[in-house]
Structure formats: structure tokens, C-alpha cells
């Protein structure tokens, strides 16, 4: 009876359908996150996020490579079971990269840490290599569960990781940083274990070629050899900030630019990424019927459309709204989304598109965009630190860099899809127009009788 009700609500075509199953999914899990940050924020404080930050970071940069980014080439071979053997080698690939990490973290923790200048985190390293199994696993069988285009169990485990990991940390906060750690480390392995179990039902995971691994392996080098530098430049261009910035200004400006990327980057992590993997999985026919322009045009357009009241809101009520919702020690971050929000809104039209440099085999050109990216940022901080900058000077030009940034490479990319930059140019100033329209009014009334 149920299915039958959600077949009706649901759209008919197959990409709308594939992106409201995910959307559905992710937005349950994003709605955990938004209704536990309060709390999270009155249990830790601004210090613990920091470490946060930084303990991201570093688990980050692991995850991004862990695969050798062959996971990216799983929906792309018309052979199933050469995708079936590309899944077994991103697997086999995460599995060393777990060994090499839990060699290194636990053997070397205290000098690790005494070099990003964050002493304290020395304890907390060891989990590091737990992460980069739970999450590079995800990558792998993610991409195996989209080429089989399964966005219901995909959507399942969207919710199931948020569930595990906000057990962990609400109900080990008396345990301080740990929890707030493991918690981000060991909640995606509920969401890797749903899709590998998922994936080792299909018979051709069960017929795996080593030729033929060693083979695709060949066919598709260019990822591990441009992709992932491009992945690396790309996640250090983001995650080196905040390792600046505890250097820098210390935990608690750190802290509170961390919650504010968190917060804002809610939408494009979990709805974006959701709304990038259907569009991975429909672009390659869309590029082979002719068709690709036009996807990447109605996609971008929704996007758009979509950030903008967002976009507008934080810009009008940004400080008030997190004073309001995290607590008054809180407010300063408001400040920062305010700084941040025309660079998140780009992100989040951009991260599902992204996709069109793993459809098109741009990987030289995407390592370029990546090198640019991370230099412009990188300078950045690194110029505001040089001039003796305070921390909210440097947040801010590294929050107006970073949007810059984004919009030049969107640009870019989308014209290598056949899409006109007036027509981008004309979707943004179109619907953040209206968004500042309909906003405005409240904003004048509020300001009105405070």
C-alpha cells in the first residue's frame, strides 16, 4: 500500500524520481543534523569543534585518495561486470590505504600533532585509520549502488549514518572530543556495511577477473594519476583552513568557522551530493544522445533556484539566526555565514556538477582548476597571515576568494558542456532577486521594531 502511494507522489521521469527518493532520504538525515546542532553546541564547546576541525581535516585528506578515485569510474563502463571488478579494486585500494594510516597514526601521533600545532589531538589520531575504512568504503559501494541506480538504499543509509553518529556524539559527550570524533569517524560505517551487503547479492561481484581488474585499473589511469591530485588540491584548498586557523588564532575562532562551514554546508553535502549522484548516473547517456548541455542547463537552473532564499536570508539575518538557534556564544559565527553564504551558495550549485568532469574525462583539466583553486585560497590566508591580518579579516577574504573561485571554474565547466554563461549569470541574478523581494519586507520590519 505504501508503494503504491509513493509511486503516485513521486515524479515519472526517472531522473526527477532517482533525485526525490535521494533528496528524501538526505533531507531526513540533514533534518537530524540541523535538530541536534543546538544541542551539540550547548554540550561542546567552540575549542572542542575546533579539534573537530582539524581531526576532519586530516581524515579527510585520506578519505579523498583512499580509493585511488577509481570509485568515480564505477558507472561509467557499459559492462556490468567491468564495473563489478572496478568496485573490487577501489575496495582493495581502501583497504590498504586503512593499513598504511593505522601504521602511521599510531606509531607517530604525538609528532603529527605537535606539527599542526595541536598538541591535544595526539589521543584522538588513532581513530583515524577506522575512518578512513568506514568512509572510503562508502565512496566505493555508493558508487556501485548508483550505477545500479538503488537511490532508495542509498537514501536508507543517508539516514542511518546520521542516526549513528549523532548517537555517539550526544550520548558520549561526557567524554569531550572523543565523542564529537568518533562519532564523524565510525557513523558512516553503518551506511557502508547497508550498501556493501546490498552490492555482494549482485552475481557479478561474485565473478571478479584479476585480468580483468588489472585491465580496467589501465583503462581508466588517468583517475588515479589527475584525479587524485585534483582531489587532494580540491580538499586541501578547504581543509587547510581551519589547520591554519587553529595555528593562527587558536581553537575557538576555529570552532566557530568550523560550525558555520558545517551548518552551510549541510545542503550541498547531503542534497547536492544526492542530486550530483543521480546526475552522474543519467549525464554519460545524456552525453551520448546529444543531450548534455540541456540536463546541465534545467539542473543548474534548480539549483539556483533553490540556494537563493537561503542565500538571502543568511545575508539579512545570519547573526541573529545562530545567536537564536546555537546560543548566544554562537553569534560570531552568524557573522562568518554571512561572509560565507555567497561562496556556499555557488558550491551548492556547483558540487552536484562537478560530476561533468568524471562525464566529460576532463582530469588534466580538473587538476588545473584544483591547483588554481588551492593556490587562490592557500594565498589567501597565507597573504592575510603575512600582513598580520585579524581572524575575521582573514575569514572574510578567504570567504570572498573562495566565491570567486567557485564562479570562474562553474564557468569554465559548464562551457566545456555546451551551456552559455549568460544563461548561468541570468538564473543566479534572477532568483536571488526575487528571493531579496520576498525577504526584504520581514527584514524592514524587524529592523523596524528592535
Keep these: 500500500m505504501f508503494k503504491k502511494i509513493l509511486s503516485k507522489v513521486l515524479p515519472k521521469k526517472q531522473f526527477a524520481r532517482g533525485v526525490s527518493v535521494l533528496i528524501g532520504g538526505t533531507a531526513g538525515a540533514q533534518l537530524l543534523s540541523v535538530l541536534a546542532a543546538p544541542i551539540l553546541t550547548r554540550l561542546y564547546s567552540p575549542d572542542d569543534f575546533g579539534m573537530l576541525a582539524v581531526f576532519t581535516a586530516l581524515l579527510t585528506f585520506l ?3 583512499s580509493a585511488g578515485r577509481y570509485e568515480l569510474t564505477i558507472p561509467l563502463p557499459d559492462s556490468e561486470q567491468d564495473a563489478a571488478d572496478l568496485t573490487v579494486l577501489g575496495f582493495s585500494l581502501v583497504l590498504c590505504t586503512t593499513i598504511i594510516s593505522a601504521f602511521i597514526f599510531i606509531i ?5 600533532a605537535t606539527i599542526i600545532n595541536t598538541p591535544q589531538l595526539a589521543n584522538y589520531l588513532w581513530i583515524i585509520p577506522l575512518g578512513v575504512f568506514f568512509l572510503g568504503s562508502y565512496q566505493v559501494f555508493n558508487k556501485w549502488a548508483v550505477r545500479q541506480k538503488q537511490f ?17 556524539q550526544l550520548g558520549g559527550h561526557s567524554l569531550g572530543p572523543l565523542a564529537l570524533m ?3 569517524a565510525t557513523g558512516q560505517g553503518i551506511g557502508a556495511s547497508g550498501l556493501a551487503y546490498s552490492a555482494l547479492k549482485r552475481p557479478e561481484l561474485k565473478k571478479i577477473s584479476w585480468r580483468n581488474i588489472k585491465k580496467q585499473a589501465y583503462r581508466y589511469r588517468d583517475f588515479p594519476v589527475f584525479s587524485t591530485w585534483t582531489a587532494l588540491f580540491n580538499t586541501a584548498s578547504l581543509q587547510f583552513a581551519p589547520i591554519m586557523f587553529i595555528a593562527m588564532f587558536g581553537a575557538t575562532v576555529t570552532g566557530l568557522y568550523a560550525l558555520t562551514l558545517r551548518m552551510l554546508t549541510l545542503p550541498s553535502s547531503l542534497i547536492g551530493n544526492a542530486i550530483g549522484s543521480v546526475f552522474l548516473s543519467e549525464a ?4 551520448r544522445e546529444g543531450n548534455l548541455a540541456e540536463l546541465v542547463t ?11 532564499l537561503p542565500l538571502v536570508v543568511l545575508l539579512l539575518f545570519g547573526p541573529d539566526l545562530f545567536a537564536l538557534v546555537f546560543g548566544e556564544e554562537w553569534r560570531k ?3 562568518y555565514s554571512q561572509w560565507m553564504a555567497p561562496w556556499i551558495y555557488l558550491q551548492f550549485q556547483w558540487s552536484p556538477l562537478s560530476m561533468l568532469t568524471t562525464v566529460l574525462e576532463l582530469q588534466r583539466q580538473a587538476l588545473i582548476a584544483q591547483v588554481f583553486t588551492f593556490i587562490s585560497r592557500f594565498g589567501s590566508i597565507l597573504i592575510a597571515m603575512l600582513l598580520g591580518c585579524t581572524a575575521d579579516n582573514s575569514i572574510f577574504v578567504f570567504a570572498v576568494v573562495s566565491a570567486v573561485v567557485y564562479l570562474l571554474i562553474m ?18 541574478i534572477k532568483y536571488v532577486s526575487a528571493a531579496f523581494i520576498l525577504i526584504l519586507p520581514i527584514w524592514l520590519f524587524f529592523r523596524s521594531i528592535l
Excluded: E, N
Aim: aromatic content about 8%; proline content about 3%; some cysteine.
Design 298 to 308: 534545467k539542473l543548474h537552473s534548480r539549483l539556483a533556484m533553490a540556494g537563493a
Design 108 to 112: 607517530w601521533p604525538q609528532k603529527i
Design 182 to 184: 568518533g562519532g564523524h
Design 333 to 335: 559565527a552568524g557573522v
Design 63 to 65: 578519505t579523498v585518495i
Design 152 to 168: 532508495t538504499v542509498i537514501a536508507k543509509t543517508r539516514i542511518y549514518q546520521s542516526v549513528g553518529t549523532l548517537a555517539i
Design 284 to 287: 554519460p547517456k545524456a552525453k
Design 411 to 428: 564557468f569554465w565547466f559548464m562551457r566545456k558542456a555546451g551551456v552559455k554563461i549568460r544563461t548561468i549569470c541570468t538564473a543566479d
